[in-house]
RNA sequence: UGCCCGGUGGUGUAAUGGUAACACAUCGGCCUUUGGAGCCGAGUUUCGAGGUUCGAGUCCUCGCCGGGCAGCCA
């Protein structure tokens, strides 16, 4: 059997004429890299010369809120496909045709986020309100063509028409009245004859079909509303599957992307355009929005953690909006890299936000200074260091990076280190100070531990003793002896104070909201500790809002937009990967 | 239960009829002036049943499971 297998596997690859060297030549479009199947569908396109090979893209947000992480999984994807394609486009479109839900401070925020992102859509800013009368003009056109028309059905009535999953529709007793009687309503009310709710304009499709967004959908509605752009101009606006498909046509998009719940959308969004001859035709893809653990991606959801005072803002830095992560300390690299390291596919799926603190860790490690910080400070004096002494000690600043070079920082007599680093009981394992033992203060010397003040009263340890080595400057023992700890510090007398907030996940739960839980019962309770008795070195104290530093052994930190000089603080992005915390976990 | 779309390790994504791979996570080891980073290794995978084929994750049929759709939201 394994024969035979073997020779026609060999017929074939001698046929092909070689195996994997072929692989390109056989399939032009097939590149080395990453790539999914909507970019392969442009590819394809391209190389049978559809649309003249044009390659333009949009990203079409409603202005009703801010932009979070899956939207960037969408922008990465649009502005990712134009860029990767010759002379391709990508159009920042506003898909704002609901005044009721919209406001100008959205449109702000989307245009910053974009930009932040690392997108420039340039002179590529549009808004659907642009095209309403473009718009109006084609609804009237459907009217004459005798496919559309003004029904006075009330909305209920509409609802009891439609029908059900499983039953057919009935027909409006308005369908067939005649196209003129038809144009002359709508005329009236865009003219604002009609109060709101009172009569709709629908598109005259199929009452029975299975999709259910072909049962005559309504395409304009009357809303006197006023709207952040046209104001007072219109009473009657279009609706998304109307107006989204011709927007597209009108920009000349070649490929529209969107999410998954838009399939059923698509046999609509095809219809206006056929019925319109609309040309060249845009084409409709989708794929799954992003998920992501211990996160709640629904625009509704985040509102109503806004509205409801759960977080402090739409850039509260748990929130996963860009502009929360901006603030929590994301660069827009690792967002970045994020969504390429996510793909693109058609599946549901729920990413581990693991993965996300991993692509952020990446590109923060390459980058970013590391310092010294003390949280939770405990008081050391090294008995034989000279009061008054000042050392300036060189620090590197980036061991990923020697083109960030080095600073100096002071060492003295009396110095901070983290309360978690000395126990009087070391448990196994435990690599730092106790009684007796010797650790190496990073970039400085060794220091062992003579004995330990406590509070009589409470019996909490106050204040360590110790002794230095003065041979073991920078770092190592002149007669070869080992040390298993190395700690952070600062100088009490020259670091500075910092308020410093720690912030962890948003809900403790992987699925928020679900498995018979609230949202609120899903909240982390622990999302957010701020520290106000934070000791930094001196070089931090010239932190500006934004820059990114690692707390060496502790984790990446940026300073909040609150930062003031002398009155700084600091942001936990993300703990640095903790060995030990998993091994005394499992003690 | 009408229509549409999906189902590949714990998670996400590849494999385009020809040896099921990559990343994260997990576990182990090495290294280390960050218990960081890095390096090496391990385990676990094609929803099920038939069919086509020399050969099926891939094509066909029937199931099963999951998601979407009954806004004058997008």
Same mark, same amino acid.
């Given at each position: 059997?394994?024969? $035979?297998?073997?020779?026609?596997?060999?017929?074939?690859?001698?046929?092909? =004429?070689?195996?994997?060297?072929?692989?390109?030549?056989?399939?032009?479009?097939?590149?080395?890299?990453?790539?999914?199947?909507?970019?392969?569908?442009?590819?394809?396109?391209?190389?049978?010369?559809?649309?003249?090979?044009r390659?333009?893209?949009?990203?079409?947000p409603?202005?009703?809120g801010?932009?979070?992480?899956?939207?960037?999984?969408? $922008?990465?994807?649009?502005?990712?496909? /134009?860029?990767?394609?010759?002379?391709?486009?990508?159009?920042?479109?506003?898909?704002?045709?609901?005044?009721?839900?919209?406001?100008?401070?959205?449109?702000?925020?989307?245009?910053?986020?974009?930009?932040?992102?690392?997108?420039?859509?340039?002179?590529?800013?549009?808004?659907?309100?642009?095209?309403?009368?473009?718009?109006? @003009?084609?609804?009237?056109?459907?009217?004459?063509?005798?496919?559309?028309?003004v029904?006075?059905?009330?909305?209920?009535?509409?609802? #009891?028409?439609?029908?059900?999953?499983?039953?057919?529709?009935q027909?409006?007793?308005?369908?067939?009245?005649p196209?003129?009687?038809s144009?002359?309503?709508?005329?009236?009310?865009?003219? @604002?004859?009609?109060?709101? =709710?009172?009569?709709?304009?629908?598109?005259?499709?199929?009452?029975?079909?299975?999709?259910?967004?072909?049962?005559?959908?309504?395409?304009?509605?009357?809303?006197?509303?006023?709207?952040?752009?046209? @104001?007072?101009?219109?009473?009657?606006?279009?609706?998304?599957?109307? /107006?989204?498909?011709?927007?597209?046509?009108?920009?000349?998009?070649?490929?529209? $992307?969107?999410?998954?719940?838009?399939?059923?959308?698509?046999?609509?969004?095809?219809?206006?355009?056929?019925?319109?001859?609309?040309?060249?035709?845009?084409?409709?893809?989708?794929?799954?929005?992003?998920?992501?653990?211990?996160?709640?991606?629904?625009?509704?959801?985040?509102?109503?953690?806004?509205?409801?005072?759960?977080?402090?803002?739409?850039?509260?830095?748990?929130?996963?909006t860009?502009?929360?992560?901006?603030?929590?300390?994301?660069?827009?690299?690792?967002?970045?890299?994020?969504?390429?390291?996510?793909?693109?596919?058609?599946?549901?799926?729920?990413?581990?936000? /693991?993965?996300?603190?991993?692509?952020?860790?990446?590109?923060?490690?390459?980058?970013?200074?590391?310092?010294?910080?003390v949280?939770?400070?405990?008081?050391?004096?090294?008995?034989?260091?000279?009061?008054?002494?000042?050392?300036?000690?060189?620090?590197?600043?980036n061991?990923?990076?020697?083109? /960030?070079?080095?600073?100096?920082?002071?060492?003295?007599?009396?110095?901070?280190?983290?309360?978690?680093?000395?126990?009087?009981?070391?448990?196994?394992?435990?690599?730092?100070?106790?009684?007796?033992?010797?650790?190496?203060?990073?970039?400085?010397?060794?220091?062992k531990?003579?004995?330990?003040?406590?509070?009589?009263?409470?019996?909490?340890?106050?204040?360590?003793?110790?002794?230095?080595?003065?041979?073991?400057r920078?770092?190592? #023992?002149?007669?070869?002896?080992?040390?298993? =700890?190395?700690?952070?510090?600062?100088?009490?007398?020259?670091?500075?104070?910092?308020?410093?907030?720690?912030?962890?996940?948003?809900?403790?739960?992987?699925?928020?909201?679900? =498995?018979?839980?609230?949202?609120?019962?899903?909240?982390?309770?622990?999302?957010?500790?701020?520290?106000?008795?934070?000791?930094?070195?001196?070089?931090?104290?010239?932190?500006?809002?934004?820059?990114?530093?690692q707390?060496?052994?502790? @984790?990446?930190?940026?300073?909040?937009?609150?930062?003031?000089?002398?009155?700084?603080?600091?942001?936990?992005?993300?703990?640095?990967?903790?060995?030990?915390?998993?091994?005394?976990?499992?003690?």
């Amino acid at each position: 059997m394994e024969f $035979i297998r073997r020779l026609y596997y060999f017929r074939r690859i001698k046929l092909a =004429g070689g195996r994997g060297g072929n692989a390109m030549e056989n399939n032009p479009e097939k590149t080395t890299g990453s790539t999914d199947f909507i970019r392969e569908i442009v590819a394809r396109d391209r190389a049978v010369g559809k649309n003249g090979g044009r390659v333009a893209t949009r990203f079409p947000p409603e202005p009703n809120g801010y932009l979070h992480i899956g939207h960037a999984k969408s $922008i990465c994807l649009n502005f990712g496909i /134009a860029a990767e394609n010759p002379g391709g486009v990508c159009h920042l479109r506003f898909d704002d045709t609901n005044p009721a839900k919209e406001e100008e401070e959205y449109v702000r925020s989307i245009l910053e986020d974009v930009r932040w992102l690392g997108f420039d859509p340039a002179e590529h800013v549009y808004y659907a309100s642009d095209y309403f009368e473009r718009l109006y @003009g084609y609804a009237e056109e459907l009217i004459r063509a005798g496919k559309a028309y003004v029904c006075d059905l009330s909305r209920e009535e509409i609802r #009891a028409h439609r029908g059900t999953l499983t039953e057919p529709g009935q027909e409006s007793p308005w369908r067939n009245r005649p196209a003129g009687e038809s144009l002359d309503l709508f005329r009236r009310m865009r003219a @604002g004859e009609f109060a709101d =709710g009172a009569r709709v304009l629908r598109a005259k499709i199929d009452m029975a079909s299975p999709n259910l967004n072909l049962r005559d959908p309504t395409i304009y509605r009357i809303r006197r509303q006023t709207h952040h752009r046209t @104001g007072e101009r219109w009473c009657i606006y279009p609706m998304y599957d109307f /107006a989204h498909c011709l927007s597209d046509a009108i920009e000349r998009i070649t490929h529209s $992307i969107c999410t998954l719940e838009f399939e059923n959308n698509r046999p609509l969004y095809d219809w206006f355009l056929e019925q319109l001859a609309v040309s060249p035709r845009p084409r409709q893809i989708e794929f799954a929005r992003l998920n992501l653990s211990h996160t709640v991606l629904s625009k509704r959801k985040l509102l109503e953690l806004v509205e409801k005072g759960t977080v402090a803002g739409w850039d509260d830095p748990r929130m996963p909006t860009l502009a929360g992560m901006r603030r929590r300390g994301y660069t827009p690299e690792a967002i970045r890299g994020f969504c390429e390291t996510i793909g693109v596919a058609k599946r549901d799926s729920v990413v581990d936000l /693991a993965l996300l603190e991993h692509c952020l860790r990446d590109d923060l490690n390459r980058r970013v200074r590391r310092v010294m910080a003390v949280l939770n400070p405990l008081k050391v004096t090294i008995e034989n260091y000279p009061e008054g002494k000042v050392e300036y000690l060189e620090a590197v600043n980036n061991p990923e990076d020697p083109a /960030a070079g080095i600073r100096t920082i002071p060492f003295t007599r009396d110095l901070y280190i983290e309360r978690d680093d000395f126990r009087m009981e070391p448990p196994k394992k435990f690599f730092r100070l106790g009684p007796g033992r010797e650790v190496r203060l990073k970039h400085a010397y060794f220091i062992k531990c003579e004995r330990a003040v406590t509070d009589p009263a409470t019996g909490e340890v106050t204040e360590l003793r110790c002794t230095y080595d003065p041979a073991t400057r920078s770092g190592g #023992a002149a007669d070869g002896r080992k040390v298993k =700890g190395t700690l952070h510090w600062v100088s009490a007398e020259h670091s500075a104070p910092a308020e410093v907030r720690l912030y962890d996940t948003l809900f403790s739960d992987p699925a928020p909201g679900t =498995g018979g839980r609230t949202l609120e019962e899903s909240l982390n309770p622990a999302s957010l500790e701020v520290i106000s008795g934070g000791r930094i070195e001196p070089s931090l104290a010239e932190a500006r809002p934004g820059d990114h530093f690692q707390f060496l052994r502790i @984790g990446y930190f940026t300073a909040d937009p609150e930062s003031r000089p002398g009155r700084p603080v600091f942001n936990r992005t993300v703990p640095l990967r903790d060995t030990w915390a998993k091994i005394e976990r499992k003690q």
